[in-house]
């Protein structure tokens, strides 16, 4: 366990991943063996808590920051250059019962040719995760992507240029909460809900450009609302979904329908 440890102020370069937080929870006692030692692992939760990675400038063409069963955590302010096909910032199985892993204000860019798997990616029973105020650009599929059980996150106020799957991407996870983000896809979509995903909340995101602007697919939706959308396909779409309230949403300019609902 790493209880209130700081890094920041650091620049690293390397061909792997910059910073990795990584910790177990180990159930029950294990015996365990590592090349000539032998010994038994007592059942605990070994899990990263209170790490903050801050102000740092990292460069990778791996996952620049990788987090794997880590709570209460903060990756703030931090300058991602990526030239791989990888992720900037990934959490993995950090279930969150103490408190939010937050990343905020962090800049996230390709710098390369390559098409970049996500930005941001929270995958996995990560819960009650909080997404605000980052800046994402450059040449990437999904620019934040909620996938499979990231459940109860926030994502709100980030800026994301040059996607072309999805800006923002929750697939198969419950209780989203997508507020105040600003999207301007390359191609793909602005913000997509799918696949047995719930939404609380679609509210006050601009996105501009590709196909759909705003869309769910086979999900959830209770508040869609103070949305605006222009130059899409589609400005808001809505296919074999629950929907509660979509109201005072302002779309312009789509090429095919402002809003589908089928």
Known sequence: KNYNVQLD?????????CVRLYSVNVPKAVDWTYEEVTGTVPAGDYAIHNVSVTNNTLK???SAIRMYHAYSCKVLKNKVYYSGTDTGVTALYS?????????????????????????????????????YNNTIKGNIQNGIYLYNGANS????SNNITGTTSSG?????????????????PSTGNGIMIKKDSTSLSLEKNTVKG????????????????????????????????????VKNNSVSSAKANGMYIG
Do not use: R
């Open 168 to 184: 923002i991407y929750v697939y198969s996870s419950k209780n989203a909460t997508t507020k105040g983000n600003t999207v301007a």
């Open 95 to 131: 279930t969150d019962t103490s408190g939010s892993n937050i990343v905020s204000h962090n800049t996230i860019q390709n710098s390369s040719g390559k098409s970049m798997k996500a930005g941001i990616l929270f995958s996995g029973d990560c819960k009650n995760n909080t997404i």
């Open 60 to 62: 990778s063409n791996n």
């Open 210 to 245: 590709g196909i759909v602007g705003i869309g769910t697919s086979n999900a959830t939706a209770t508040d869609v609302k103070n949305n605006v959308t222009s130059g899409n396909e589609y400005g808001l779409y809505f296919y074999n979904s629950k929907l509660k309230n």
């Open 9 to 17: 102020n650091n620049t690293i370069s390397t061909t792997s991943t």
């Open 153 to 156: 996150c926030k994502v709100n």
